[in-house]
């Protein structure tokens, strides 16, 4: 008798290869879901580590007022905070999406 053939040969059942086949998928999701954000002015990709970064989301209202249930969602970025240029970026976001209206366009008065 040789040694191969004392060890018994394990032979995987189907439901042992379909659970495989659950985890490896379940594992292929879990490694692409996340998807970075990415900055709303600047267009840049958002770092795990810019802990300066904001995401400000302004609710959708109709036409009397009412809140919707819909939002829209602004993420800045730090880069932008740090140079004083969020407000701005807001404003022209905000007005670009219908939220405000004629931010740039004040009258000079004298």
Sequence with gaps: MRY???IPTLVPSPTHAVHCLELQSANILLQHSYVPRKCSATNRIIKAKDH???QISVGKV???G???GENQVYALCGFVRSRAESDDSLNRLAQKD???KSVWSAQATR
Aim: charged share 35%; proline share 0%; glycine share 6%.
């Design 52 to 54: 300066a970064s904001v």
């Design 62 to 64: 109709d036409e009397n």
């Design 4 to 6: 191969n053939d004392r």
């Design 66 to 68: 009412r809140y919707t």
């Design 98 to 100: 219908g939220f405000l």
